[in-house]
């Protein structure tokens, strides 16, 4: 079975878009990465699938039962939302205490365990926390009755790179003891290092479904390399070079292969500096619909 699964799944709040005939299983034991630039929907689509908000057509289940229909399926997930809200006046200690009253197991040690690996302090009040710590009780909060199933809507957005490290080295471990993991991202290197899976999904619509193997291998650098003299266009006109633009004494393009012959070919000519980058995700998306013949 199926751990997550959307099938023509559509939301509209009124006039505005939501998400459109979204369609696709994430299978238990999968890190699965949805990924989207803002707006694209992952929230509404991960929000319709917890029962948190309506369908407007089509369904979503999670191991085979819809939350609204069955809300005690819930108690097999972790669900950290992409903002959290909490009653200020409580200590960290408390709130997750409270959570944890909602399960039918002793939850303490998981929470001290949590703590520490997230480095939160459990005697501190809520309202004396910043942004990244108040993010800590919220993912401690999702983990702390060993879930099944781990939603995470942009997990990482205020956790400093140290912290996003430690986070993702747990998450890892979650699934190593069996927990399927969904989380939503607009970061592509972060869903890169960690998914097995990935959808992609824009404007509302899932515009890819990949093996994470898959797009890497479909993957593009942007290449940037200032030269000490302007140098001739036709010069990096080889297979695999798109969207080659010079200006001054840049150069700037998108290589897709094997990375060596570009290399080659930059050492046969004089520069002053060079930067080999992940393209970010308008790139990967401009990709896609250029794949799939349409226009942009
Ligand atoms: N409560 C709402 N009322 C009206 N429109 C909404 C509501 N919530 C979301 N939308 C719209 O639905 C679309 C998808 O939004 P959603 O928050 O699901 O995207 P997202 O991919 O999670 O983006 P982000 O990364 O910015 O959170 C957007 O066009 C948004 O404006």
């Known amino acids: 079975m199926s751990a997550i699964e959307f099938k023509k799944l559509t939301k509209s709040y009124g006039k505005s878009r939501g998400i459109i005939d979204v369609n696709f299983k994430v299978e238990e034991g999968d890190i699965f990465g949805f990924i989207g630039p803002n707006g694209a929907g992952k929230s509404t689509a991960i929000r319709t699938l917890l029962g948190l908000i309506h369908p407007t057509s089509g369904s979503a289940t999670i191991f085979g039962k819809s939350c609204i229909e069955h809300p005690q399926v819930k108690k097999d997930v972790g669900y950290l939302p992409s903002e959290v809200f909490y009653y ?26 949590l703590a520490e690996i997230m480095d939160l302090d459990l005697k501190k009040k809520i309202d004396d926390l910043s942004f990244g710590n108040r993010k800590k009780v919220g993912i401690v909060q999702g983990l702390l009755h060993d879930p099944k199933l781990i939603i995470l809507d942009e997990p990482t957005s205020g956790l400093d790179p140290l912290m996003q490290q430690k986070f993702f080295e747990l998450i ?35 515009i890819k479904l990949e093996k994470m193997s898959d797009l890497r291998e479909n993957n593009y650098k942007r290449i940037r390399i200032e030269t000490p003299a302007a140098i001739d266009r036709s010069f990096f006109e080889m297979p695999g070079v798109s969207k080659l633009e010079l200006k001054d004494h ?45 226009t942009v």
């Open 250 to 294: 840049m150069v700037n393009f998108l290589f897709r292969g094997d990375i060596n012959t570009v290399i080659r070919k930059i050492s046969q000519t004089n520069i002053a500096n060079l930067l080999i980058e992940e393209p970010d995700l308008e790139e990967i998306f401009l990709h896609y619909y250029e794949k799939e013949g349409e």
């Open 88 to 113: 200020d006046h409580m200590r960290v200690i408390d709130l997750l205490n409270y959570s944890a009253s909602f399960y039918k197991k002793d939850c303490k040690k998981r929470i001290r365990e």
């Open 172 to 206: 890892r471990d979650e699934n190593k003891k069996g927990a399927t993991i969904f989380f939503s991202s607009h970061i592509l290197g972060e869903v890169q290092r960690m998914c097995n899976r990935v959808a992609l999904i824009k404007e509302g619509r899932i």
